[in-house]
């Protein structure tokens, strides 16, 4: 755990700098964003439900079981983001963008899908609070709006991950592959503990922590 943290530290101060605060933008792409990425889950889960439906047989790997058993969080953290972004007029933008058409992203996403991405979906309170105080190195600070919407953006950012994961899912349900990696599994399983994490975490405690 301590060599975790350490490396959540590390993370943090190696990206602070290509983060920088780039001016606002309103959070309605981000909300288009993950409908559709939770329309295309949906997809691979009626997809395989309705595989198993026509051969009882049928073997699924695990993957598939984190998405059937636990869509309906993955759906209701769905929401609860895009009702949460609906109230909120603009956040500060990131000079660094992670998507294929360089669109700018919102700075507080950007980071945490960083987080995600190099830790595999496996996040604790720990890795979590090292990782926001060590990115705001510098003088890099995060504004108010964004350490209260942090909630909001780390279920935005597992969301995103396991959208990721399914488009390769998809891709085996209509046999495109043969195989799915085994670490996947693993991803999605943090992935779902994260969303709950993200149900009962006290974020106000990182808040007062990390304010500025």
């Given at each position: 755990?301590?060599?975790?943290?350490?490396n959540?530290?590390?993370?943090?101060y190696d990206i602070?700098a290509?983060?920088?605060n780039?001016g606002?933008?309103?959070?309605n792409?981000?909300?288009k964003?993950q409908?559709k990425n939770?329309?295309?889950?949906?997809?691979?889960?009626?997809?395989?439900v309705?595989?198993?439906?026509?051969d009882k047989?049928l073997y699924?790997?695990?993957h598939?079981?984190?998405i059937?058993?636990?869509y309906y969080i993955i759906e209701?953290e769905v929401k609860?983001?895009?009702?949460?972004l609906s109230?909120?007029s603009?956040?500060?933008?990131?000079?660094k963008t992670?998507n294929k058409d360089?669109?700018?992203?919102?700075?507080?996403?950007?980071?945490l899908c960083?987080?995600?991405?190099?830790?595999d979906?496996?996040?604790?309170?720990?890795?979590?609070?090292?990782?926001i105080?060590?990115v705001?190195?510098?003088?890099?600070?995060?504004?108010?709006?964004?350490l209260?919407?942090i909630?909001?953006?780390?279920?935005?950012s597992?969301?995103?991950?396991?959208?990721?994961?399914?488009?390769?899912?998809?891709?085996y349900l209509?046999?495109?592959r043969?195989?799915?990696p085994?670490?996947?599994?693993y991803s999605?399983?943090y992935?779902?503990?994260?969303?709950?994490f993200c149900?009962?975490?006290?974020?106000e405690?990182?808040l007062?922590?990390c304010s500025?």
């Amino acid at each position: 755990m301590q060599d975790m943290s350490q490396n959540a530290k590390n993370l943090g101060y190696d990206i602070s700098a290509a983060y920088k605060n780039a001016g606002y933008i309103k959070p309605n792409s981000l909300i288009k964003i993950q409908k559709k990425n939770l329309k295309f889950i949906k997809k691979v889960y009626a997809k395989a439900v309705e595989a198993k439906e026509k051969d009882k047989n049928l073997y699924l790997p695990v993957h598939f079981e984190w998405i059937c058993d636990n869509y309906y969080i993955i759906e209701r953290e769905v929401k609860n983001i895009c009702k949460s972004l609906s109230y909120v007029s603009r956040l500060p933008a990131s000079n660094k963008t992670n998507n294929k058409d360089n669109k700018a992203e919102i700075r507080i996403y950007a980071l945490l899908c960083e987080l995600i991405s190099s830790y595999d979906g496996e996040i604790t309170p720990v890795i979590l609070e090292e990782y926001i105080e060590s990115v705001q190195s510098d003088k890099n600070y995060f504004s108010i709006s964004e350490l209260s919407l942090i909630r909001v953006m780390l279920a935005a950012s597992v969301c995103s991950k396991i959208y990721g994961i399914c488009l390769d899912l998809f891709d085996y349900l209509n046999k495109n592959r043969e195989t799915l990696p085994d670490h996947y599994a693993y991803s999605l399983g943090y992935c779902i503990r994260n969303l709950r994490f993200c149900a009962v975490y006290q974020f106000e405690k990182l808040l007062t922590k990390c304010s500025k």
